[in-house]
């Protein structure tokens, strides 16, 4: 049984290793933008660290630690990086999950190939003992190679995000008792909604899929594929890069809130508009491009959230309340965004 499964991942890795190497660029890995080097940028809400691991092989033994500044769930979020693409790609989306109390891990890989360094996952839980949850996620390859490791490695995983990815009879996880998220795009040329499909099997029968209308595979990360707009084998997609990772981190930050038991509909302005609501996206950005640049505005924000319950509670039960604080918020926006323009 043994020398079956060796074989068999084996030619996986084979076919794997051969799929990636056809969708790398000429000069190896792609290289991040600069949206994603900004985010490598240590802030008011989220220390980043590079953190070197002795035991692995140089040069590339080190991670990416994206720590919550603020109150911290105790839940972390491992990352590991498509094929061939540098690691800081996937920032933008670690900074967003680290400000929501997360910490977050960017794994380097060697070679920049996650399925080369599948056990990766064991000496960030060392690192940080006090997160006694984890959940694991990680973009195509990379997101293969996080189901490998929850195939092996389940009684420290409570979730599994896989990111263009799908399941692979190579890794198989569809009897282990972990929390799965699908996230994939209608307009995929190389995770298709059909390879998505074929590989259900192979995943628990109650993971969660979402298709992203219009996503592409390069969109769920920020890495240069110029001279060409997308890498070799996908198609354009519909949507900006910018929405797609918009929908990319909700998505997991849903599935990371039902693993801590984080209670939902804490923030009283998604209460008083609704999720949907264009102005939501305006505060979200007014808090952590303005707010959170600053002492008092941390401070403010950790007040808001924790009172979040209380107040859309009150709300929800007081409906002329909230009818009022709609039409105040209304007022404000224009000023907001003022603010948020003056700020660019």
């Not at 929501?100 to 003992?129: C, E, F, H, S, W």
Request: net charge neutral.
């Amino acid at each position: 049984m043994k020398v079956v499964r060796f074989f068999g991942v084996t030619a996986a890795f084979a076919v794997l290793f051969f799929c990636a190497a056809n969708y790398v660029n000429a000069d190896g890995t792609f290289p991040p933008l600069r949206e994603a080097l900004r985010a490598m940028r240590s802030n008011l809400s989220v220390k980043v660290s590079t953190i070197t691991v002795d035991a692995w092989d140089a040069p590339d033994n080190y991670y990416y630690v994206f720590e919550p500044r603020r109150k911290q769930q105790n839940l972390g979020f491992i990352i590991y990086p498509g094929a061939y693409v540098d690691p800081r790609s996937y920032a933008p989306a670690a900074q967003e999950i680290a400000k929501a109390g997360y910490l977050t891990v960017i794994v380097k890989m060697p070679g920049d190939l996650a399925i080369t360094g599948i056990p990766r996952a064991l000496d960030i839980l060392a690192a940080y003992p006090d997160t006694t949850q984890w959940a694991i996620g990680g973009h195509s390859l990379g997101g293969v190679s996080a189901a490998g490791y929850v195939m092996d490695h389940p009684e420290n995983m409570k979730g599994v995000v896989l990111w263009a990815a799908y399941g692979s009879n190579s890794f198989p996880i569809q009897d282990k008792d972990v929390s799965v998220l699908v996230l994939y795009g209608s307009k995929d040329g190389l995770a298709t909604p059909a390879k998505v499909d074929a590989g259900k099997p192979y995943l628990p029968d109650n993971t969660t899929y979402f298709l992203i209308e219009g996503g592409n595979h390069t969109n769920f990360g920020y890495y240069d594929t110029s001279p060409d707009a997308v890498q070799p084998g996908d198609n354009s997609s519909d949507i900006t890069r910018k929405d797609q990772q918009k929908i990319i981190v909700a998505e997991t930050l849903a599935l990371l809130d039902g693993i801590s038991g984080r209670e939902p509909g804490a923030c009283p302005a998604v209460a008083i508009l609704g999720e949907d609501d264009p102005g939501i996206a305006t505060l979200r950005q007014f808090r952590d491009t303005v707010l959170a640049n600053s002492a008092l505005g941390n401070k403010l924000i950790d007040s808001y959230y924790n009172n979040g319950s209380v107040i859309t509670g009150f709300i929800e039960r007081n409906p002329a309340v909230r009818s009022s604080a709609q039409t105040v918020i209304r007022l404000l926006l224009p000023a907001v965004q003022r603010i948020l323009a003056a700020g660019k």
